[in-house]
């Protein structure tokens, strides 16, 4: 049942973002960011644990749980170290999937040609 839960959310999320990519004005970059703070919002509510407890690791798949995942490492960045914490926790939390995007797109690259 979590596999099909998990198939049910992303699809759900993807679902969504092409629902507003079609009937906006809105491009790609500005879905995603929407779709980054919304996941804050959404954990700052206490809602996007229930999302993990329903779909399991599949609601880390989305870009909402990027969102997640920056509000989590604050919050707990502020815990332990105060105001301070806040940037440096940040980025120690993310900066593994910030730079495998990196690497992975460069990487990529090297192997499509872009179209004009």
């Known amino acids: 049942m979590i596999y099909l839960n998990g ?3 992303c699809g759900l999320v993807c679902l969504l973002g092409e629902i507003i990519l079609d009937n906006t004005k809105l491009t790609a ?14 954990s700052f509510l206490g809602i996007y644990d ?3 407890s329903w ?10 749980s990027f969102g997640n995942l920056l509000y989590k490492a604050c919050i707990e960045g502020y ?4 105001i301070l914490g806040l940037f440096t926790n940040l980025l120690s939390t993310t900066s ?7 690497i992975f797109a460069f990487i990529v690259t090297l192997f499509c040609k872009a179209k004009d």
């Open 29 to 42: 970059g500005h879905i995603t960011s929407i779709f980054v703070v919304v996941g804050a919002i959404l």
């Open 55 to 64: 779909a399991g690791t599949a609601a880390s798949v989305p870009i909402t």
């Open 7 to 9: 198939a049910i959310f």
């Open 50 to 52: 229930y999302f993990s």
């Open 96 to 102: 593994a999937g910030i730079s495998s995007a990196i």
């Open 79 to 82: 815990n332990t170290k105060g």
